[in-house]
């Protein structure tokens, strides 16, 4: 082998190795799978991660174990990348999970009220892109369908009925106000939330090494994340949550954990499908797009 093939080959060694190290310690990329997170960040774009937002995860935690160098706090509306927190194969590597992308609205120890569905019934809306569900009369959709293609609002299908026959879509707080500027009151959107009011229940958002009551509502939520992320068996029992065999009031957790919600409600690849995220799942802070179709989105920062 000549000297010329020998440098090209040691070049692309480099280059390979470079990005190798650049992936593992500084930043990695994903696509967004789903229209979970929109209008922040769209199906298929691709999104570029600060693996050290909240310090750095060392590489390959189910071999040598979980470190985190340099931690710091999550905040409240962070857009977070994290592997799978709950796995059809509880077995299978870190590493080796798929990963989800959501936005944290519960730290470690904050309080939420959520309702029976999981949602956030206090409704804060942390980027002007969420969504939540409202309800209107099954009599008005020939209204509604004219006023969205008026707006041009395309994609916007139901997303289901309540008990009453209403139906019900999603709409971001934009989306809402045009539509009801183009109807003129002519419908009335109730927020789904409100008729939800009475099921609201708080939900604390295990903090390690503070004790967390148990109660009828959230008892089967704790007894989730007590087996597949404390190590310990559980069960529930009508209301009463037993541990290690022994009925137990409250439960003190070994490490932090975080709730996270889709920016559209309807999306449920979120913590109403997977129950709180370990700290040990988080990957870093959704940073820029660095693919993407849509014009003037490229290198745009994440919000």
Request: proline share 6%; aromatic share 12%.
């Amino acid at each position: 082998m000549n000297a010329s093939w020998k440098t090209i080959l040691k070049g692309i060694a480099g280059c390979v190795l470079a990005v190798v190290l650049v992936k593992a310690f500084l930043v990695t990329s994903c696509f967004i799978p789903s229209s979970g997170m929109e209008n922040s960040l769209y199906e298929g774009e691709g999104v570029l991660v600060n693996k050290w937002s909240y310090g750095l995860r060392m590489p390959f935690p189910s071999v040598f174990g979980y470190h985190r160098i340099g931690s710091c706090d999550i905040r409240k509306g962070d857009i977070v990348l994290f592997n799978d927190p709950s796995p059809g194969n509880p077995s299978r590597w870190m590493e080796g999970r798929s990963v989800f992308i959501s936005r944290c609205i519960g730290r470690a120890g904050d309080t939420l009220l959520l309702n029976r569905e999981l949602i956030d019934a206090e409704n804060e809306v942390w980027s002007p892109d969420n969504k939540a569900l409202y309800v209107y009369p099954s009599a008005q959709e020939d209204i509604v369908q004219a006023i969205l293609k008026a707006v041009g609002i395309s994609e916007n299908p139901l997303v289901g009925y309540t008990e009453e026959g209403d139906f019900i879509r999603s709409f971001s707080r934009y989306e809402l106000y045009l539509v009801a500027q183009k109807g003129k009151g002519k419908v009335i959107f109730t927020p789904l939330n409100a008729k939800l009011a009475k099921e609201v229940h708080p939900y604390v958002v295990p903090e390690k090494g503070i004790p967390v009551m148990v109660y009828p509502w959230n008892a089967v939520l704790l007894c989730n994340t007590i087996v597949s992320h404390e190590g310990k068996n559980a069960t529930v029992q009508g209301d009463t949550l037993w541990v290690e065999g022994k009925p137990v009031r409250s439960y003190t957790f070994s490490k932090d954990y975080y709730w996270m919600a889709s920016n559209d409600p309807v999306n449920l690849a979120d913590s109403r499908l997977f129950g709180f995220v370990p700290e040990e799942c988080i990957i870093g802070k959704a940073w820029r797009i660095w693919f993407t179709t849509r014009k003037g989105r490229f290198l745009q920062r994440v919000e």
